[in-house]
């Protein structure tokens, strides 16, 4: 399967501890996204990657998140001192280099995070 | 600003009758839309796009969507609601600064199929 993966799928973390996600985009795709979805609601962007580019972080991006893309490739989400607050699916997505118009992006299965 | 509305959070059909999710959206610009659909434990699959061709778009799984400028709406039909439709439905506008590509979604629409 060549789809997006993430990795773990699922995270149970005591509030104040760091975790990290990673996500692996289709392999020729050089634009890759997070999206964090709480319960009922609809996905809301993060941060995007042009290559290994950070180019854009949503004001949602607090401090004590960073992410990376250091070699272009996969991409990590790392949460530090977490809070209840952050208990969400993180969603990955990937597309190929944006033309005139978007791109479709093809998303992960998420990892499902709960800070207890 | 982008932001697409979802003018109702559930929707329930029997199955064989017809499905109609709606979805207005605002947008300065023209705009690039998507439908996406999420089932239980598994990750979003985009059902159809509309950047500015045809403004009738089909999908998959007999899903269409017509855009209308005029109405500022995208919204989203199947003929005859199966079963394996049931899932969370989302309207996603794509927005256009800075040529990234975020997609803005909209709260989602549960559809529920009864037998």
């Known amino acids: 399967d060549t789809g997006v993966s993430q990795n773990p799928r699922h995270k149970i973390t005591k509030r104040g501890q760091n975790v990290t996600f990673r996500c692996d985009p289709i392999s020729e795709h050089n634009r890759l996204y997070w999206y964090r979805q709480t319960l009922g609601q609809g996905p809301e962007f993060l941060t995007y990657?042009?290559?290994?580019?950070?180019?854009?972080k949503s004001r949602l991006l607090s401090d004590r998140f960073s992410a990376e893309r250091p070699k272009g490739s996969f991409s990590t989400l790392e949460i530090q001192r977490t809070e209840q607050g952050d208990s969400a699916m993180y969603l990955c997505a990937s597309s190929p280099s944006g033309g005139a118009r978007a791109e479709t992006q093809y998303f992960g299965p998420g990892t499902r995070l709960l800070v207890l | 600003a982008q932001s697409v509305t979802q003018l109702d959070s559930h929707v329930s059909v029997s199955e064989g009758t017809p499905v109609l999710l709606r979805c207005n959206y605002s947008?300065?610009?023209?705009?690039?839309l998507f439908w996406y659909v999420q089932h239980p434990n598994k990750g979003l699959q985009l059902l159809l796009k509309?950047?500015?061709?045809?403004?009738l778009v089909k999908g998959i799984n007999g899903f269409e969507a017509e855009f209308k400028k005029s109405e500022t709406s995208f919204h989203l039909t199947k003929p005859s609601a199966h079963m394996s439709d049931a899932a969370e439905y989302f309207c996603?506008?794509?927005?256009?600064?800075?040529?990234?590509?975020?997609?803005?979604f909209g709260q989602g629409t549960t559809l529920q199929v009864k037998p």
């Open positions: 996603v506008v794509s927005h256009p600064s800075g040529n990234t590509g975020k997609l803005i």
């Open positions: 947008s300065s610009y023209s705009p690039s």
């Open positions: 990657f042009q290559n290994e580019a950070q180019l854009e």
């Open positions: 509309y950047t500015s061709a045809a403004t």
